[in-house]
Nanobody, 114 residues
Framework: VQLQASGGGLVQAGGSLRLSCAASGIVFRVNGIDWYRQAPGGQRELVGTITSGGSTNYADSVKGRFTISRDNVRRVVYLQMNSLKFEDTGVYYC?????????WGRGTLVTVSS
C-alpha cells in the first residue's frame, strides 16, 4: 500500500490550495481515506474523512472551508482548502485503514503566511 500526498506550498492567509493523495496497492474504490495534519510542535489531528461512498466528515476547525472529494478512476483523493488561516499551517497526510492496519502517506507541507 502506498499513499502520496502532494500539492502543498506557501500561500497567504485567505488563499486556497488543493492537495492530492494518490493511492496504490489497494482496491481504491472500496476504501475510505482520511486527511490529517500536524502543526509544528503539535499533535497530528484529523482534518476530515471521505468514505468509499463519497460521504464526508470534517473537523469543526475546517468545516465550511475545506472539501474532500475523490476520483476513483484516477485513484486520487483531493483536499480543497479555501479561506486558509495561519493556523492551518502544517504537514498534511493522508491515511487509509486496511485489514486493521493504518497506512500513512508521506506528507506535504502547507505554510500559510499571515
Amino acid at each position: 500500500v502506498q499513499l502520496q500526498a502532494s500539492g502543498g506550498g506557501l500561500v497567504q492567509a485567505g488563499g486556497s490550495l488543493r492537495l492530492s493523495c494518490a493511492a496504490s496497492g489497494i482496491v481504491f474504490r472500496v476504501n475510505g481515506i482520511d486527511w490529517y495534519r500536524q502543526a509544528p510542535g503539535g499533535q497530528r489531528e484529523l482534518v476530515g474523512t471521505i468514505t468509499s461512498g463519497g460521504s464526508t466528515n470534517y473537523a469543526d476547525s475546517v468545516k465550511g472551508r475545506f472539501t474532500i472529494s475523490r476520483d476513483n478512476v484516477r485513484r486520487v483523493v483531493y483536499l480543497q482548502m479555501n479561506s486558509l488561516k495561519f493556523e492551518d499551517t502544517g504537514v498534511y497526510y493522508c491515511k487509509v485503514d486496511r485489514a486493521g492496519l493504518a497506512y500513512w502517506g508521506r506528507g506535504t507541507l502547507v505554510t500559510v503566511s499571515s
